[in-house]
């Protein structure tokens, strides 16, 4: 195992502490001066700076929603392919194309398609009488249109997942319920549910975890606009550890989003323990 071990510290185990160590210096490519130590300067900068609240405010309506509504519908998708239908592995395989498509490839396909003069989108609305519509130039409409991307690409992931689970469920114990005359609606609720708790929580954390870092289709679309309605903590990190070269400032602001991440985490897994 030892080169395996080596080849994970490598790329894992040092740049990490690394950056840990480079979080507590003063370090900017622009100026030309060499790294010197700052101690918590980073972390008090970033705890008063106003773009960094925003950022995290965007992340945070961006991860809820954005998981909220993937494992809401994929649980609604998950029950309509359980019993099979004819023609629903077509239909099964036509749903888990986004997920199959790099995230760039989708951000990409989405700012060519709702583009407000040629884009797809608006003539579809132009045809139908609606006005056009600035999806991803509107300070209001910016977030929003970056959730239901998301949530296009990535719900067919959670899909599978509960999807495998429902398919694993005993027979025994939807045959019982029906035979007592449980609907539909009470078989989900007591039945199902409660049996794909620990399915739906690692589908939910994989997504959770995913949903912080999100950059690739904010960097195809938005760019952080307009007016910083869609800067997430992960496009602020490039914004300033790539573009502004204060790298000191970008590792501290890096260790912070894991601090962010490791709290709600942790927070959902102790909640679910608790419950079961």
């Not at 210096?25 to 060499?34: D, K, V, Y």
């Not at 970056?146 to 719900?155: M, R």
């Not at 992931?157 to 025994?172: C, S």
């Not at 204060?246 to 959902?268: G, M, R, T």
């Amino acid at each position: 195992m030892s080169p395996g071990l080596l080849f994970l510290a490598a790329i894992s185990l040092y740049p990490t502490l690394y950056s840990l160590v480079v979080s507590f210096m003063r370090w900017n490519l622009s100026s030309g001066e060499a790294a010197r130590f700052a101690g918590v300067d980073n972390f008090v900068g970033l705890l008063t700076d106003g773009l960094f609240w925003n950022s995290v405010r965007v992340t945070l309506v961006f991860v809820f929603f954005s998981v909220l509504i993937e494992v809401v519908l994929a649980f609604g998708l998950a029950l309509l392919f359980f019993r099979g239908f004819p023609g629903d592995k077509l239909l099964r395989a036509l749903v888990m194309m986004p997920m199959l498509c790099a995230p760039v490839v989708v951000g990409l396909l989405a700012r060519f398609s709702l583009e407000p003069t040629y884009g797809i989108v608006n003539q579809l609305m132009r045809s139908i009488g609606l006005p056009t519509t600035e999806f991803l130039g509107n300070v209001d409409l910016a977030l929003p249109t970056l959730i239901a991307i998301d949530v296009w690409q990535w719900s067919p992931f959670l899909f599978l997942i509960l999807l495998a689970a429902m398919q694993g469920l005993p027979e025994e114990v939807i045959e019982a319920s029906k035979i007592d005359g449980a609907s539909w609606p009470r078989i989900i609720w007591h039945q199902f549910l409660p049996l794909l708790r620990y399915p739906i929580l690692v589908g939910v954390l994989l997504r959770l975890i995913d949903s912080f870092r999100v950059y690739d289709i904010v960097y195809m679309t938005t760019r952080g606009g307009p007016v910083d309605a869609t800067s997430t903590m992960s496009w602020q990190i490039y914004n300033v550890g790539f573009r502004a070269f204060n790298i000191s400032y970008a590792a501290a602001f890096s260790w912070l989003l894991l601090l962010l991440v490791l709290l709600a985490v942790n927070s959902l897994i102790r909640r679910m323990v608790a419950r079961s």
